[in-house]
């Protein structure tokens, strides 16, 4: 059973930083694709970024682009969001996903395994 647990939301200003990690425990994360997705009152999932953990390779949403970065820790088993030049539409509740296979899909449908949420609120 695969159990993401995530951490590091919170409150900070407009053009602030904030990383989110996330743990979860499985067995082999080779097979695993890592992602985090958010959702705004009124509004949808969306997909975020996301992580093959075999290889590294990233894919991210257009809206934040050059903006987050999404990397992994194999000895800690998390995937970390580090959130850089933060703007008020980024306000959301944020979720990692996991799923075995080894491709990253921005359809929260595709993914199994689900964390609660961290919130992150940024000021304007």
């Known amino acids: 059973q695969v159990q993401p647990v995530e951490s590091g939301g919170g409150l900070v200003q407009t053009g602030g930083s904030l990383r989110l990690s996330c743990e979860a425990s499985?067995?082999?994360?080779?097979?695993?694709?890592m992602a985090w997705f958010r959702q705004a009152p009124g509004k949808e999932r969306e997909f975020v970024a996301g992580?093959?953990?075999?290889?590294?390779?990233?894919f991210y949403a257009d809206s934040v682009k050059g903006r987050f970065t999404i990397s992994k820790d194999n000895a800690k088993n998390t995937v970390y969001l580090q959130m850089n030049s933060l703007k008020f539409e980024d306000t959301a509740v944020y979720f990692c996903?996991?799923?075995?296979?080894?491709?990253?899909?921005?359809?929260?449908?595709?993914?199994?395994?689900w964390g609660q949420g961290t919130q992150v609120t940024v000021s304007s």
């Open positions: 992580i093959i953990w075999s290889g590294g390779n990233t």
């Open positions: 499985v067995r082999t994360f080779s097979t695993y694709t």
């Open positions: 996903a996991a799923n075995n296979n080894t491709r990253v899909a921005t359809n929260p449908g595709r993914y199994a395994y």
